[in-house]
């Protein structure tokens, strides 16, 4: 098993599964302290840090034009978030995207190879107006190989 960024990987819960998740237990299982996932979850505008100071935040959402789960699309859509690496005094910002024509879902900032997992909430899962703020994302964070 790879080993996540620094220590952060004992810091979140993977969050939701299916429909069944909403802002509170988002919140709460974001502040869960042990976990045997590799897998980070991080709330738009969140950040999260390791003991060792290495820290990851979710910055932006850029663009979410995924298909709705509730309709047929031409094209599946796409989702690009920018995220920040921050380790010492160094801080990197980067952006993920699944574009089928471009995919960058992996980016390698200051060292650690993050790659976005999964982006929440998928459009048209929800029947109540999802806000900007209720994003948030899983990606996991692993040292780059040299």
Not at 50 to 61: C, D, I, M, R, W
């Amino acid at each position: 098993m790879k080993k996540a960024l620094g220590i952060i990987g004992v810091f979140v819960a993977t969050v939701c599964v299916g429909m069944s998740c909403g802002k509170e237990e988002i919140n709460s299982a974001l502040d869960v302290a042990e976990t045997n996932s590799d897998t980070l979850s991080i709330k738009l505008g969140e950040t999260i840090t390791s003991p060792a100071g290495e820290q990851l935040t979710f910055k932006k959402l850029i663009e979410d034009s995924r298909c709705p789960a509730n309709a047929m699309c031409i094209w599946q859509g796409m989702v690009t978030v920018e995220m920040q690496a921050q380790v010492g005094s160094k801080t990197e910002a980067f952006t993920l995207t699944t574009n089928p024509q471009e995919p960058k879902t992996s980016a390698v900032a200051l060292g650690y190879e993050v790659t976005l997992v999964n982006v929440f909430p998928y459009p048209g899962t929800s029947v109540e107006e999802v806000e900007e703020s209720d994003y948030w994302v899983e990606v996991t964070a692993v040292k780059a190989s040299n």
